[in-house]
Nanobody
Framework: VRLVESGGGLVQAGGSLTRSCVASGYTFEIGTLGWYRQFPGKQRELVAHLETADGSTKYIDSVKGRFTVSRDIATNTMSLQMNNLKPEDTAVYYC??????????????????WGKGTQVTVSS
């Protein structure tokens, strides 16, 4: 499984960015997809998810109305459109499933797959 995020960068407050994610070894056609972000020194948090079965989406309150998650089955990509960005959105953003893609190790513990993520920096 390989997840590759792109589309990060530096933007001024109020600006927009589109994050994209391409998966190999995993299909975005089924299951629940998610975008996560991680602030320095903090755990990753789920920002948005998309239920592929019915197309419904859910967002955390702080991004509701500003972020939109979508997917393209033909290219096996998912996207996160981020509008009206705020300095507090500055973080590293990751795509994954919800819950994150994992396999069991021989010892029984879970091994999670994550991409490298991309930095989004919003200046005030």
């Amino acid at each position: 499984v390989r997840l590759v995020e792109s589309g990060g960068g530096l933007v001024q407050a109020g600006g927009s960015l589109t994050r994209s994610c391409v998966a190999s070894g995993y299909t975005f056609e089924i299951g629940t997809l998610g975008w996560y972000r991680q602030f320095p020194g903090k755990q990753r948090e789920l920002v948005a998810h998309l239920e592929t079965a019915d197309g419904s989406t859910k967002y955390i309150d702080s991004v509701k109305g500003r972020f939109t998650v979508s997917r393209d089955i033909a290219t096996n990509t998912m996207s996160l459109q981020m509008n009206n960005l705020k300095p507090e959105d500055t973080a590293v953003y990751y795509c994954n499933a919800d819950p994150p893609i994992a396999v069991s190790s021989p010892g029984g513990s879970s091994i999670y797959y994550w991409g490298k993520g991309t930095q989004v920096t919003v200046s005030s």
